[in-house]
């Protein structure tokens, strides 16, 4: 079945700092992609998608682009704030559309 | 817009006892699920139902129950309570017409069983 794969966390980075949150997947066919993230005390919201292979999806200064060839999906940030301290999730969708498959989360602390 | 609605926010429970989580979007959405959250685990899907009227079991499905009769609510139902189901639990819609259309959720339900 569907299944994705998240680096373990937690994760903590100083402010400025790069960021990789690697996600791989295994899928039929080729759904779309998802990273969600949920900051402390709310429900997950999406952050970006991607729908194709090589496309790239960008929102708040992170970045994921759709590697086909490796399954791949990883969350990037250039230089990390405090703000983006929170708990990321990659996700797909399965065949049918009907559910999202959730990788486990990882944990971001960013300290000043 | 209120979106995803859940209640309540915060419940503790005591063994054996049943209750319902409600959730509502407004959004006129087909899809809709409830997850739970659990430390380490991520989140997993409990049940799920493509449209009123129809439902179906996810990953966790026991000592759940689900019905769909509007597309506007989807309350989970707890019939006996166990230490297990302490929890954070959350509702989900999607929108069907596309493959890439994102999940919105609500703001949780933190379950405590004692």
């Known amino acids: 079945g569907d299944s994705v794969t998240q680096m373990e966390g937690p994760v903590t980075l100083s402010e400025e700092a790069f960021l990789t949150i690697n996600c791989t997947y295994t899928?039929?066919?080729?759904?779309?992609l998802f990273w969600y993230v949920q900051y402390p005390g709310e429900g997950l919201q999406l952050l970006l998608k991607?729908?194709?292979?090589?496309d790239k999806g960008s929102n708040k200064g992170f970045e994921a682009t759709y590697r086909k060839e490796t399954t791949s999906f990883h969350l990037e940030k250039g230089s990390v704030q405090v703000s983006d301290s929170a708990v990321y999730f990659c996700?797909?969708?399965?065949?049918?559309?009907?559910?999202?498959?959730f990788g486990t989360g990882t944990r971001l602390t960013i300290i000043p | 817009n209120a979106g995803v609605t859940q209640t309540p926010k915060f419940q503790v429970l005591k063994t054996g006892q049943s209750m319902t989580l409600q959730c509502a979007q407004d959004?006129?959405?087909?899809?809709m699920s409830w997850y739970r959250q659990d430390p380490g685990m991520g989140l997993r899907l409990i049940h799920y139902s493509v449209g009123a009227g129809i439902t179906d079991q996810g990953e966790v499905p026991n000592g759940y129950n689900v019905s769909r009769s509007t597309t506007e609510d989807f309350p989970l139902r707890l019939l006996s309570a166990a230490p297990s189901q302490t929890s954070v639990y959350f509702c989900?819609?999607?929108?069907?017409?596309?493959?890439?259309?994102?999940?919105?959720f609500g703001q949780g339900t933190r379950l405590t069983v004692v």
């Open positions: 991607a729908t194709k292979a090589d």
């Open positions: 996700a797909l969708p399965n065949f049918g559309n009907e559910k999202l498959t």
């Open positions: 899928a039929t066919g080729y759904p779309s």
């Open positions: 959004m006129n959405h087909e899809y």
């Open positions: 989900a819609s999607r929108a069907q017409r596309r493959v890439n259309t994102e999940a919105f």
